[in-house]
């Protein structure tokens, strides 16, 4: 996973280092905070999607706001519109991680926007990622 890792930030380093905008410190900080995020993003959606399943719901409540926690650091990695982007994902992210799988939640859905918006700015700054489907429960 190391070798895919470095090989993602190379090519995401490549992209950007054709431009004249940014310097290449800001293209590798960048790079490593949207493949950091793709990351965290991920694993937190596989621990939304597979519920409590054999735990209580407390137990799984408390491994979602562990896992959520992670994006907080990820700002501080990176600079201009990816580090804006995650700025605002994670200022919208609710205290409470059982709000993001509630029907309709709104919470949920500013995750997914939020998260939207990260992948292209990410994007705009050379690094390309794709995030798995956030599982968003809504009323008949």
Same mark, same amino acid.
């Given at each position: ?35 950091? !995020? ?5 694993? !937190? ?25 992670? !994006? ?21 992210? /609710? ?39 956030? /599982?968003?429960?809504? !009323?008949?």
């Amino acid at each position: 996973m190391t070798a895919a890792f470095a090989l993602t930030a190379l090519v995401g380093l490549s992209a950007c280092s054709s431009g004249d905008s940014g310097s290449s410190d800001d293209s590798s900080e960048n790079a490593t905070a949207c493949t950091d !995020f793709e990351t965290t993003y991920d694993q !937190f959606t596989a621990l939304v999607k597979a519920g409590p399943a054999d735990t209580d719901v407390q137990t799984w409540t408390d491994a979602k706001t562990a896992e959520m926690q992670k !994006f907080q650091p990820l700002a501080d990695t990176a600079t201009g519109d990816v580090e804006s982007s995650l700025s605002t994902l994670i200022g919208a992210l /609710p205290a409470d991680s059982l709000e993001l799988t509630e029907p309709d939640s709104s919470s949920g859905q500013a995750l997914v926007d939020n998260s939207t918006a990260v992948v292209d700015a990410c994007s705009a700054a050379g690094t390309a990622i794709t995030l798995d489907e956030f /599982p968003l429960v809504k !009323f008949n």
